[in-house]
């Protein structure tokens, strides 16, 4: 109980720290979001006008409490672009960003999971050759560049699907669906490597274990050590990684969105970064941010409820 209450302190003291880096960074950086929605010709007295409008003339420790406070209630402030509530616009966006994540992971799961477990259980030298080359060109390569390929290789070369094309969830579940697919492949495939990769020498490990050999001496027949004995302590760091890997996936998105043109919030952060939309983006940086967190958080919990050594601990 004691390590919960620490890292709930822990994770509400970065969420603050990255709330207020996340702020102020926008304080610095060059550029005025009035001159990006008024233009460069406006006079000085519609610039001051806007400026008061929209707050920016304030003292920065006053707007940031005002926006700490607003978040926390669910306001997350108005876009200086679209002139609408960033929870709208995120209430518009984040639902593709959550499906795709959600397929990739899925997909990383299902394939990883079995052929982990089968290159595992396995002993052939010329399999686990080739296993490590293709896992480590696997891993060399970025998402974006997978998705680049899929873009050339389905919608050009072979006209499966229109790049850029994308079918929103309200107009057909089956379009939608089937366009995120090679997105939510290309960003699995890396996860996929590293998750065999790890999957395989986790059992490797346990199979040299001194209660594997007890179990093989009475007898017992391998298969049967795997499901009952192996599987258990070998999954332990595995299911950590994939915990992890979803934190990652998401914030993964924001490249492979721009790839397919998918109008999720990677989309958004960065054309609102371009457009000085600093409410947009600063809501958005701590939402991934806390995202991450909270997950890497769950992942560490799960760590203590599977493995009994750190539960004793």
Avoid at 95 to 101: A, C, D, G, N, S
Avoid at 220 to 249: D, K, Q, Y
């Amino acid at each position: 109980m004691r390590q919960i209450i620490k890292k709930t302190a822990s994770l509400i003291i970065t969420l603050f720290i990255v709330s207020l880096l996340a702020f102020l960074a926008f304080q610095i950086i060059p550029g005025d979001p009035t001159t990006k929605i008024l233009g460069t010709s406006a006079s000085p007295e519609k610039v001051a006008a806007l400026r008061t409008q929209l707050g920016l003339d304030r003292p920065v420790w006053e707007r940031y409490i005002d926006w700490l406070v607003s978040f926390l209630k669910g306001d997350f402030g108005t876009s200086y672009n679209y002139m609408r509530p960033v929870r709208s616009l995120l209430a518009d966006k984040l639902p593709v960003t959550v499906l795709l994540t959600v397929m990739s992971f899925a997909i990383t799961a299902a394939a990883a999971i079995p052929l982990g477990i089968v290159l595992g259980s396995i002993r052939n030298a010329l399999a686990d050759h080739l296993t490590m080359i293709l896992d480590q060109i696997i891993m060399a390569v970025p998402p974006f560049f997978f998705g680049i390929i899929a873009c050339y290789l389905f919608g050009i070369v072979l006209k499966w699907f229109l790049p850029g094309g994308y079918v929103p969830l309200s107009a057909s579940i089956p379009g939608c669906l089937s366009y995120l697919l090679l997105p939510a492949l290309s960003l699995a495939l890396p996860r996929i490597a590293m998750t065999v990769r790890m999957l395989r020498g986790s059992i490797r490990h346990e199979l040299t274990q001194n209660y594997v050999l007890t179990a093989q001496s009475r007898g017992m027949p391998l298969r049967a050590i795997l499901i009952r004995h192996v599987m258990r302590n070998a999954m332990i760091p595995v299911v950590t990684f994939l915990a992890v890997s979803a934190a990652e996936i998401m914030t993964g998105t924001i490249i492979i969105e721009q790839v397919f043109t998918i109008p999720g919030i990677g989309r958004l952060l960065v054309s609102s970064i371009g457009n000085r939309d600093f409410p947009v983006v600063q809501a958005i940086v701590v939402i991934l941010a806390a995202w991450i967190m909270i997950v890497n958080f769950i992942a560490d919990l799960l760590n203590h409820w599977m493995d009994p050594r750190m539960r004793s601990e």
